[in-house]
């Protein structure tokens, strides 16, 4: 249903809802989505961080919480399991990056050994 309206409002106001290619940077290609992911999960103050600050401060407000209050420790557990989602599923593309960089190098080495058996 959103999708229709956005559809039906960017086709009113005359936009065209695609997104260019030139603003998707490196386009499909896992690795080099992967090296993008990895360098801000990882760099000083990126992705990582920022994740275990925000767990860090919904634990922080769970424990400041009257055991009774089970909505509001609830709110916050499940924030905690939203937020190691997120985590994961960042992960899961700086993995699937490296597992296609070693498959590559991989099939590499095969072509240099089977021209090697060739030229014997």
Do not use: C, H
């Not at 956005?6 to 086709?11: D, I, M, N, P």
């Not at 925000?54 to 424990?63: G, Y």
Request: glycine share 6%.
């Amino acid at each position: 249903m959103l999708k229709r309206f956005a559809a039906w409002l960017a086709e009113y106001a005359g936009v065209s809802p695609t997104v260019a290619t030139e603003r998707l940077k490196g386009g499909n290609d896992a690795v080099d989505r992967g090296q993008r992911w990895e360098q801000f999960y990882r760099e000083e103050g990126g992705l990582r961080d920022m994740l275990d600050r925000l767990r860090l401060e919904a634990f922080e407000a769970a424990a400041e919480l009257d055991p009774n209050d089970t909505d509001k420790i609830y709110y916050w557990a499940t924030a905690d399991r939203n937020l190691r989602r997120l985590q994961q599923k960042v992960e899961a593309v700086v993995i699937t990056g490296k597992t296609e960089t070693a498959a590559r190098e991989q099939l590499a080495r095969e072509a240099k050994l089977r021209i090697v058996r060739a030229e014997f």
